[in-house]
C-alpha cells in the first residue's frame, strides 16, 4: 500500500499543516529554570509581523529595553544590556523599544 506524502509547504497550507495552537510545553520536564528577562517571539496570525517579547521574573524590576542596529535592517534586542532577541526584517521599519511587550513571569 502507497503512502501519500504531506503537500508541501506553502504560505497558502501553512496554518493546516501545523497546529501551534495546541503545542504544549516544548521544553523537557527536567529543564532548569534560569532567572533573569528571557526573549520569546510571539506570532501574529493576524498581521504581517510577529512580535516581541522580553519576559522577566515576577517583582523584579521590568528590564530597560534598548535596541541597537547590527547591520542594514539586523537589529538586536537587549534588556538590561543582554542580548535577547536578533530581529532581522526584509522590509519595513526597524522595531523600535515601544515594539516589545514586557511579561511578568510567576514561577511556582
Not at 26 to 33: S, V
Request: no cysteine; glycine share 6%.
Amino acid at each position: 500500500m502507497a503512502r501519500s506524502t504531506p503537500p508541501k509547504p506553502t504560505p497558502h497550507n501553512m496554518s493546516k499543516r501545523y497546529e501551534w495552537s495546541q503545542a504544549k510545553s516544548l521544553m523537557p520536564l527536567q529543564a532548569k529554570y534560569e532567572t533573569g528577562p528571557t526573549g520569546a517571539l510571539v506570532p501574529n496570525s493576524a498581521g504581517d509581523t510577529d512580535h516581541i517579547a522580553v519576559v522577566y521574573d515576577k517583582g523584579e524590576t521590568p528590564p530597560e529595553i534598548t535596541i541597537t542596529q547590527v547591520s542594514g535592517s539586523v537589529h538586536t534586542v537587549l534588556a538590561n544590556g543582554i542580548a535577547v532577541a536578533v530581529v532581522a526584517r526584509a522590509t519595513g521599519k526597524a522595531p523600535t523599544v515601544s515594539d516589545v511587550l514586557l511579561v511578568e513571569r510567576s514561577v511556582q
